[in-house]
């Protein structure tokens, strides 16, 4: 198979980015996404000219790291698919267009390579359990019913790729952010920190930049690994309950 | 380099101290816990640590130390912590809970993992860790770790290859993300709090050694391009394993050896560099341009039954041979444990059924991993619970329904059981060095039974480094006034610096990645799966042609100022090569057979491995002698006093 591809190029942070065409050949069916760019970056290599840069790492749709717009859509237009698990079998001969997630709070670095750190951070103000190592409870002490278990790993199987915020109008990372407090708000271990979590989760979300969530839906349309919308309407019944009552937390 | 060379090593003295204390084995953890020095919570936050890598080994003990009160920097060169290849582990971790009431012990767990690597692990580490195990889970659970539940609200098990009891927790076909996802959100905790400072894309590039003790890395911002040095009391190394070796393999694309090898060159000990594990259940290669292999989880086993046509070149669909033309042979030659065999013994199985001519699929390199029966007997729902991702991912692949048709799956590189040389403090010949999780090479033997490596990376992490460090801590502080200004740190950052402007001008014509695809190719063919000491020279041979031959003309694309994938992946590639020149010379010395080191010239009449432990019971540590120059063998005898060595049968 042969392709034209236009890709976003652009040096550093501070460098206005433009899209570049260029054609690879030889394309197989069974190969991914990823190594067809990988195949382009050769051509590249072997002429003496910039590879492109690109985040990936995995390559089997888990790490989250890969990041790619294609044809205007986030991961591609496979459903449920990441970048790397995406494969040329799925594509047409013809052009294709790939740029970088596209958001204030996700400023370019170079080329399709993103700073995703603002996600990082949202987890640090208050995405996590206060577990101490050392003195836990025997794991089976604390009984979980299985249908909060597996909404929970529904919630927790988010890959934080940030493919919500690239598809949102609003860049709002409310998808990402309700999934995490929906995973720890739904377990037993996770309910005295519950409405404190809420709070702060959705403070440094708004801190970040990240837009507003007026329920358009996109993310959950393009998110590869399918995490529901209701996760936000989940978020936000948790910071009503928090701004009612006391946080608990400073 | 092209002549064989007479001496490719040489011996020097045995070690002689591992720091393991003696006497009965269930109190060995406890006595050396009391007998290593406290620092006082009042003190912790003198001292200092770096932690390079974020995966279960690195977050969970950057995470614990900071929550210590230790002053901690943790580096990744992943954007975020999140993203550490631990992510991708599937199947589940051991436990030694005995919930099911199955007969599994601490001392069973234990056992089971010394005869899985072989008898070439310690005793008292592997019991160690069989005595945390316990504690993880307990750890992960409160962490908000959402494992499998049944209806009654507790934890659901399952049992895994090489173990006779269902002993393995899991989180559906993605335990390793939300093991991670765990102690990276208590990595993150401690961020906020202030205790750990994290450095995302940033890459170890030296270790910074100042009077015979480590005391910082030289690291490289993946972004700018900026050289710094950072010192600290002490520094551990949680940079997993070296598959990568094998250009392809089941790790990340940017899995590498460089920390542990740059540590290695300037005095940490390798050992057994040529354990390698060869996973049995992997998607088969489909073509050249592949970039990596896919691991399917072993945990398919329990249901899926393996199976080759009997008729050699039988090119029919699957579905259309007859159950009496059908060869499942793992469950006819291994009986007792079945599909379950360990991974070393299903791997060489299915290698010798497609040397044979009944492989199927694409070049004949894949053996049929069937489904039919489970479905027929549990119903397709009850399959989708339980491995409904991998099948999808299979899918994805493949462009095939393994509801449908059989997967197809054969053996890849996977996990590295050598690593850099730590004693039961975890603490590498350079003092002040730890080495947790793969990097380390401690716990696993010859072979690694499925769900081991995730008890083992959490164990060194939360419970067993936390506790040994703070005794080398207590006793050997920084000295006052020592910083980045100090010559050797200075040192250290020039040779990252001459090393990154001599990749940069060979200037030559051939990519970075066809060199690594054809080392990764000469490292498969003749230590991989099989060995011989013929096809070894041969490999030796031919590193060091290709390495003389990247040196000249490999071609280095833009500058070191910048954000370059290029140059990042060329650094590694020349350590690689460094390294599989050791693994072969590690392979070519033991000739014995033993787990997934198979020499062809060390079988018994069945074909399985035959160990020598009169001449090869020990641990093999290699020391760096300078390039050019052979390394030096050092033997650490392997002692046995709870557990009987028997050849190892599965039949």
């Not at chain 1, 065409?21 to 072997?46: C, H, K, R």
């Not at chain 2, 949680?238 to 740059?262: D, E, F, K, P, Q």
């Not at chain 2, 290695?264 to 996973?279: D, E, L, S, V, Y």
Request: aromatic fraction near 8%; proline fraction near 5%; hydrophobic fraction near 40%.
């Amino acid at each position: 198979m042969n392709f034209t591809l236009r890709i976003w190029r652009q040096h550093d942070a501070d460098t206005p980015g433009r899209m570049v065409t260029y054609p690879v050949e030889g394309i197989t069916p069974d190969m991914s996404f990823l190594e067809m760019l990988d195949v382009l970056n050769e051509q590249l290599a072997a002429a003496g000219d910039e590879p492109v840069a690109f985040d990936h790492d995995c390559r089997e749709g888990i790490c989250g790291m890969c990041s790619l717009v294609i044809n205007g859509i986030a991961h591609g237009p496979q459903a449920l698919t990441t970048a790397c698990q995406l494969y040329m079998r799925h594509f047409r001969e013809g052009v294709i267009d790939v740029e970088p997630w596209r958001s204030e709070s996700f400023p370019v670095l170079r080329d399709l390579i993103v700073d995703r750190s603002a996600l990082d951070r949202i987890i640090q103000a208050g995405g996590y359990i206060s577990a101490p190592t050392g003195a836990a409870p025997d794991a089976a002490a604390v009984l979980v019913p299985k249908e909060d278990a597996d909404r929970a790993f529904d919630a927790a199987t988010c890959i934080g790729c940030g493919a919500c915020v690239a598809a949102c109008p609003n860049g709002c990372a409310m998808l990402f952010t309700g999934a995490k407090a929906t995973h720890l708000g739904t377990l037993p271990q996770g309910q005295p920190e519950r409405s404190w979590r809420a709070l702060a989760l959705i403070t440094q979300h708004d801190a970040e930049g990240f837009g507003g969530c007026t329920q358009i839906g996109e993310c959950t349309a393009v998110c590869p690994v399918g995490i529901p919308l209701d996760m936000i309407s989940r978020l936000n019944a948790d910071v009503l309950s928090a701004l009612r009552g006391t946080p608990g937390r400073p | 380099m092209g002549a064989v060379r007479a001496e490719l090593f040489t011996t020097g003295e045995p070690i002689a101290d591992t720091k393991a204390p003696t006497g009965p084995i269930q109190d060995r953890w406890d006595a050396r816990r009391f007998a290593l020095n406290l620092v006082s919570p009042a003190n912790r936050r003198r001292r200092s640590v770096i932690v390079v890598g974020t995966g279960l080994a690195g977050a969970s003990a950057a995470a614990t130390l900071g929550e210590a009160g230790y002053r901690v920097k943790s580096f990744c060169y992943q954007d975020s912590p999140r993203r550490a290849h631990s992510i991708a582990a599937q199947g589940g971790i051991n436990a030694a809970k005995d919930y099911r009431n199955d007969g599994d012990s601490i001392r069973r767990l234990f056992y089971d993992t010394v005869k899985g690597g072989d008898y070439r692990s310690r005793e008292s580490n592997v019991y160690r860790l069989a005595q945390v195990s316990s504690a993880i889970i307990d750890q992960c659970v409160a962490q908000g770790v959402p494992f499998a539940r049944d209806y009654g609200g507790l934890l659901d098990t399952r049992s895994f290859g090489g173990v006779q009891v269902s002993r393995t927790f899991y989180a559906r076909g993605q335990t390793g993300q939300q093991l991670l996802l765990g102690a990276y959100q208590a990595l993150e905790r401690q961020a906020a709090a202030g205790t750990v400072r994290v450095g995302t894309r940033h890459e170890m590039l030296e270790l910074i050694v100042i009077d015979g003790a480590a005391r910082g890395v030289v690291v490289r911002d993946l972004v700018t391009g900026g050289l710094r040095a950072h010192l600290a009391d002490a520094v551990v190394l949680a940079t997993g394993g070296y598959s990568n070796v094998y250009h392809l393999s089941t790790n990340a694309m940017g899995c590498n050896a460089s920390a542990i090898w740059r540590a290695h060159r300037k005095g940490a000990f390798f050992a057994n560099p040529c354990f390698t594990q060869i996973h049995p259940t992997c998607i088969p290669v489909s073509g050249v341009h592949q970039s990596k292999l896919t691991l399917m989880s072993e945990s398919l086993r329990n249901d899926g039954r393996i199976w080759v046509p009997r008729q050699a070149g039988d090119g029919r669909d699957p579905r259309e041979i007859p159950e009496s033309e059908r060869d499942y042979y793992l469950e006819r030659a291994y009986p007792s444990f079945g599909n379950l065999v360990p991974r070393d013994v299903a791997s060489r199985a299915a290698k010798n059924q497609c040397d044979a001519g009944r492989g199927v699929g694409p070049g004949g390199r894949g053996v049929y991993l069937d489904f039919a029966e489970a479905v027929g007997r549990l119903g397709r729902a009850a399959i989708e619970e339980r491995y409904g991702n991998l099948f999808e991912m299979y899918q994805k692949i493949t462009d095939e329904d393994p509801y449908q048709v059989p997967m197809r799956i054969y053996p890849a590189a996977h996990y590295t059981m050598g690593g850099l040389w730590v004693d039961y403090d975890l603490e590498s010949t350079i003092p002040g060095l730890f080495v947790v999780g793969e990097a380390n090479f401690s716990d696993h033997g010859a072979n690694r039974l499925g769900a081991s490596a995730l008890m083992q990376g959490l164990a060194d992490g939360y419970f067993i480094l936390p506790n040994t460090i703070s005794g080398y801590l207590a006793r050997n502080p920084r000295p006052e006034g020592l910083d980045e200004t100090h010559p050797a740190a200075v040192e250290a950052v020039k040779d990252a610096r001459r090393r990154i402007g001599s990749l940069l001008a060979i200037d030559g014509r051939r990519t970075v990645e066809s060199f690594h695809r054809e080392l990764g190719s000469i490292v498969w063919e003749h230590c991989g799966m099989e060995r011989t000491a013929l096809g070894l020279r041969e490999a030796i041979d031919a590193i060091g042609a290709l390495r003389e031959e990247f040196w000249a003309d490999a071609k280095v694309t833009g500058t070191d100022g910048e954000l370059n994938q290029t140059l990042e992946r060329a650094g590694r590639v020349a350590d690689f090569f460094e390294l599989a020149e050791l693994m072969c010379i590690d392979a070519l010395h033991r000739d014995e057979s033993c787990g997934s080191h198979f020499r062809s010239e060390s079988q018994t009449a069945d074909g399985e491995a035959l160990r020598d432990d009169e001449h090869f019971a020990y641990v093999a540590a290699w020391e760096f002698t300078g390039d050019g120059s052979a390394p030096v063998l050092h033997r650490e005898p392997l002692v046995f006093q709870n557990l009987e060595l028997t050849q190892r049968s599965y039949r």
